[in-house]
């Protein structure tokens, strides 16, 4: 009985000895499983940068000249020579209206002249024939003073007539309407065979002259006051010479390659939206931009010393935007930031943040509050991106 005790503990001792070896295993490889779940992220340090920032306002588009072509007489359209959004040159033929009516009064004019010549003539004859009478002392000089009045009538009557056939001959004229502009054709809202007159509501065309555009914006009275404040010189005109070059943003998102000048600034602001109204000019050459288009004017502004944080860095909860702020434990915790405007890739940070601290730029979506992670630090040249 002694013997059989003896060896269950024979056996015992080296079995006790590998269940402590299997539980210190478990424990070891447990720790290391625990290593290995600390994960590498980038992480920057906040520091000042000199940041180009821009605003931007939804604008509407209108050439620098928007002509209206009207009939000046009454006739119905006879031809249209140009089709909608046509270019044309100036003195291009545009339409012609038919109105036999004037060439009538040309005809008539004309030969009203004739008559008026001929009574010219017949009065200049009976002044020749009294004067040497009158010089003879055969008839009185009361005579030849009558025949020179007659005389000055008629000859102001072929004035009259003259300038009868001159207006006649611009009434004709007004048939054929020629472009006054080099431009683009806009609707044509008569067709042939219309009836048109000068009082018609529509005009038959409008030719847009886009070589240059101009983009018509508002800002506001606050945005105003700080736009102008921050500008140069005493004067309003000053300030707007030495505002920079803006830009153009298309209704598909695509940049105008050709960069514009703000030019005017309206003296008034808008009692009933409180806003200003403000106008810039580009250049269109290639007439790629249409009167009536949409766009968005983009002002830059550069800041001398702000902290940007990169847009993939940021992330919202209920409209608000937070960024994961690395503290010394390499633990990260969320910080909710304001800001200002937009910079490149990265927004300009006006709360929240301050120099030096540490945000992890990149895999956000995979940290929660309070994880610890491996920080990789990461040379801020290479996140910041500028427009």
Known sequence: MILFEDTMNTFKTPLAILASLIIFSSCGNKKDKTTDQVKTYPVITLSPQTANIYSDYPATIQGIQNIEIRPKIDGYVADIFVDEGASVKKGQ????????????NVKTT???IKIAQADVNAARMN??????????????????????YTLE?????????????NNAKTNLSYTQIYSPVDGVIGTLPYKIGSLVSSTTVNP?????????????FSINEKQGLDFFLAAKGVTMQQKLTTLPPVNLVLANGNILPT????????????AQTGSINMR????????LVRSGSSAVVRIPRTISSALLVPQKATYQIQGKLFVYVLDAANKVNS????????????????KGLKAGDKIVTDGISNLREGLEIKPAKVNADSVYKNP
């Open 127 to 148: 002044v020749d024939k009294v004067k040497p009478l009158v010089d003879g002392d055969i008839v009185s000089p009361y005579q030849l003073e009558s025949a020179k």
């Open 204 to 216: 038959l065309t409008t030719v847009s002259n886009i070589e240059n555009i101009y983009a018509y």
């Open 335 to 350: 910080v909710e930031i304001t800001t200002t405007a937009s910079s490149g890739d990265s927004y300009v940070v006006q």
């Open 110 to 112: 004309e030969a009203n």
């Open 153 to 165: 009538s008629k000859q102001g009557e072929l004035a009259q007539a003259n300038a009868a056939l």
């Open 280 to 287: 810039a000019t580009f250049p269109n050459h290639d007439g």
């Open 259 to 270: 960069v514009g000048k703000v030019e005017t600034a309206s003296g008034l602001i808008n």
């Open 93 to 104: 033929l545009l339409f012609r209206i038919n109105a036999p009516q004037y060439e009538q």
